[in-house]
Structure formats: C-alpha cells, structure tokens
C-alpha cells in the first residue's frame, strides 16, 4: 500500500494519516506486531511502536527498539511490562497445572465407571435370557448405563432407542459448543480431547521464549527462572495427562498404582521426553542442575 502510495506521489502529509489508519486496522485485526512497524517507520512514533510490540509479545523486537532509539525510558517501559507478563504467566501456569489434575481425575473415575458397567452388564448377560415380553424391564434396568458401556452382543430394541436419544442430545450438546457435561455418554472423550486442547501452542512458545530472553537481558534472571519452571510443570503435566489417558481409553482396566498422573510426569521425566519434540523454548542456562 506505501508502495503504491509513492507511485501516487503522495504528500508525506497524506502519507503519515495513511499509516495512522493503518495501524488502528492493524490493532482492530489483532495484529499489533504489523502496527508496531507501521508506527515506527512511518509515523516516526517510538512509544507506539514499542507499546505495539509490547502487545504483541514480542519482546525482543520491543527491546531491541527502545536501545536502537537510545529510549532509556522505553526500556523501562519493556521492562515493566515484561515483569507484569512474567507474574501473569506463572499464574496461568500454576492454573492450569490445577486444572490438568482435575480434568485427569474426572476422567480416570469415568474411565473407571464406564469398565465397571460394561463388566456388570456383559455378566448379566451371560445369565439372562431376555424374552419380548421382558425388554421393557431390562431397558429400565440398564438405561442409566448406557451412557457407558457399548454393547457386544446384540442391541435390544429398548438400547436402540435408548442410544438414539443419546445421539440426539449430543447433538444439541455440540451445537451449544461441545462444553463437557458430568454424566453424558461423550464425556470420556471430551475431557481426553480438552487436555490435548491445553497444550502450548508454537506461538506461545515462541513468546514464551522471547520473554525468557528479554527477561534475562534485562537481569531478571531469578523471575525468568521462575516463568520457566511453572511454565516447564505445567508442560510436562499436561502431556502425562494426553499420553495416560491415550493408554487407557482402549484398554479394559485402569491401574490405580501406574495409571496416575504422578507417575506419567515421573515417566516422561526419567526418559527426558517431558520437552516439547519439536524445538524446545527452553534456555538450558536456566534449567535446575
């Protein structure tokens, strides 16, 4: 768009309120990283642009501004943020490390429940003749599990309706945003698939990383220590959790000594698979002896 700008000859003028609007669109799309060099090329506006940075995360670019300008003022200003950021993080962290061994918990006792009815009713089965006459009564009695268990055998008439309403319910549960409800036949697997959806993501590494860094260079070391480590305990707690509960979700029993969370973060760390495979955020300078 400058490009064209010039090939327009537009006044420097024109050009500053063109940035100007630009960097609001930037803000307005959530791309504050793109604002912050249109403000600093174009508008000339260093507290914009390390403000613009700041919000992006991108603490190293924010830095490396606030010392190319010879702001010591704006240093103090990535400083500060950066130090806000840091004590938010370690919060979250330390949240969500809580949540995982919830989420885990549930499941193991859902997971549990679910082998524990099907047991009961393939035993019954074993014993029952059910006649046409008695499908009313067996459905009664089983309705409640079927929420958990999977027939082997053949459905009765009353588990067919039974699962279609299950299906139907589920339905209108993932229409309302597919939230994990105790006690529905998808819970299992919701809870499996909401503890994949807590890993970091590659951005949040990457700005995790950078804080690391800023944090650092700045001397703040111990703090940088700290974000690390919670940031490190709730990594490798939620990747336990994804890697028990893909152990146990096809698997007939539930060990209550090795299927445990404890033990998956024990196992993950005396293998060293605990870190991310793919390009660790990391600083090895600040990881315990």
Not at 15 to 37: S, Y
Not at 42 to 50: F, K, L, M, T
Not at 131 to 159: C, L
């Amino acid at each position: 768009m400058f490009t064209v700008a010039g090939l327009l000859e537009l006044q420097k003028e024109e050009i500053t309120q063109l940035a100007h609007e630009l960097c609001e669109e930037f803000q307005a799309l959530g791309k504050p990283g793109d604002a912050a060099r249109v403000a600093l090329e174009y508008c000339s506006d260093a507290e914009r642009g390390v403000s613009y940075y700041i919000m992006a995360r991108e603490w190293e670019e924010a830095l490396r501004v606030a010392y190319m300008l010879s702001r010591h003022d704006l240093v103090g200003t990535v400083r500060d943020a950066a130090l806000d950021c840091a004590a938010s993080l370690i919060s979250e962290y330390q949240e969500g490390l809580l949540k995982v061994g919830k989420y885990v918990a549930r499941y193991v006792a859902v997971r549990q429940r679910r082998l524990s009815l099907a047991a009961k009713l393939q035993s019954e089965d074993r014993f029952m003749d059910v006649e046409d006459d008695s499908v009313s009564e067996v459905s009664t009695s089983f309705s409640e599990m079927s929420a958990y268990t999977t027939r082997s055998t053949k459905e009765s008439s009353a588990s067919v309706i039974s699962s279609r309403a299950s299906k139907s319910r589920g339905a209108r549960r993932q229409k309302k945003g597919g939230k994990i409800r105790a006690g529905s036949p998808g819970e299992e697997m919701a809870l499996v698939e909401h503890l994949k959806g807590m890993a970091l993501t590659g951005s949040a590494e990457s700005e995790l990383k950078s804080l690391l860094v800023v944090l650092i260079q700045l001397g703040k070391e111990e703090t940088a220590r700290q974000v690390q480590q919670a940031a490190d305990n709730f990594e490798v707690s939620q990747r336990a959790a994804v890697k028990l509960a893909e152990d146990t979700v096809s698997n007939d029993k539930v060990d209550e000594n090795a299927h445990t969370l404890e033990h998956y973060i024990r196992m993950l760390r005396a293998h060293g698979s605990g870190h991310s495979e793919t390009g660790s955020w990391r600083i090895k300078a600040l990881s315990p002896p």
